[in-house]
């Protein structure tokens, strides 16, 4: 049963615009999200985080949002740029239970369009 | 800065062949992790270590095993191959101590024929 779930197999969006990502999750106990990029030929790169304590975490462009009584979360990235076309994965664990394993969804291709 | 390092970078194995995947973390991180990504599939948690000992278990069959050695790097042993078992292995370390992320190598593409 997939806990972290990215619906979006693939999301196209014009250039300077903002991309939003989603993802839901269905474990409780999860308690830091993670986002990840991945591009062919190269492992996932790390993107930004959020703990559960928080709801929103700002770097840069990346924005995630995190919605805890819906168990989801989003990543907003604004403007959107060509090199953000990626594969972008959401990912959840549960560091209360001491259990630094990620659990990833199946990913979002985003294509950033000129 | 230096990253995970996984070698080697591709791998062609035949059926019922075995194949050994090495994995340098990054100097100072005592966790690591493995990760089989199937064609179109999200990565699935395989096995971790930490401070060389095993610290959790995922979706490992029993024909894969892998250790940690003293000097933290870790190899992942896959027996009697099967067509399925090819995949992207993806090798991450981490500096466990909570909330630090998972920082991946790029991974080794094994073909099985």
């Known amino acids: 049963d997939q806990q972290v779930k990215q619906n979006s197999p693939s999301l196209s969006v014009q250039e300077g615009r903002i991309s939003i990502l989603n993802c839901d999750y269905t474990n409780s106990m999860f308690d830091y999200f993670l986002w990840y990029k991945k591009y062919p030929a190269e492992g996932p790169t790390f993107l930004i985080s959020i703990s559960s304590i928080k709801d929103k975490n700002e770097d840069g462009r990346f924005t995630v949002f995190l919605n805890k009584s819906a168990k989801h979360l989003s990543l907003h990235i604004v403007p959107s740029q060509p090199g953000d076309s990626a594969v972008y994965f959401c990912?959840?664990?549960?560091?209360?239970?001491?259990?630094?394993?990620?659990?990833f969804g199946k990913g979002t291709r985003l294509h950033i369009l000129p | 800065a230096a990253g995970v390092i996984q070698s080697p970078r591709h791998l062609i194995k035949e059926k019922r062949e075995t194949a050994t995947l090495k994995c340098y973390p990054i100097?100072?991180?005592?966790?690591v992790y493995w990760y089989q990504q199937g064609p179109g599939q999200d990565p699935q948690f395989l096995i971790s270590f930490y401070e060389k000992m095993q610290s959790d278990k995922g979706s490992i069959p029993d024909r894969f095993s892998a250790q940690q050695f003293s000097d933290y790097h870790s190899e992942l042993n896959m027996s009697s191959l099967e067509l399925g078992d090819s995949a992207l292995y993806f090798c991450a370390s981490s500096l466990t101590g909570g909330g630090s992320p998972l920082h991946f190598g790029n991974g080794t593409r094994l073909t099985v024929t």
């Open positions: 100097p100072r991180h005592d966790t």
């Open positions: 990912a959840a664990s549960d560091l209360a239970n001491r259990d630094d394993k990620i659990i």
